[in-house]
């Protein structure tokens, strides 16, 4: 996605559908009809276990955005009113079909 500023970083694409992939992938395997699937499982495999890092993931996500918050802003000041009604206007329309 573009931001406002028309800066855009392809790299960090394939970080953020890594964090979408273990986030999503935590919460389908810790769901079944029974209930949460336990914590204590262990994957058989090493590399499985990237599968069960789901908060990994949302950390990630919080760390991109930062970076991307902080390389995008760049000194600049920040202009709290049009930032807030930007986020508002992205937000609120979600929020509205989700209630």
Sequence with gaps: MRSSTG?????LDHIRGL???MVFTWHFLHESPEGPVPYGIVP???IF????EGHTGVS???ALSGYLFAKLLDGKQIRYLPFFANRALRLL???LAVI
């Design 19 to 21: 964090a979408a992939f």
């Design 49 to 52: 276990s990237l599968l069960d």
């Design 44 to 46: 058989a495999l090493p």
């Design 93 to 95: 329309p979600l929020l």
């Design 7 to 11: 800066e855009h970083y392809p790299a």
């Design 60 to 62: 990630l996500f919080m």
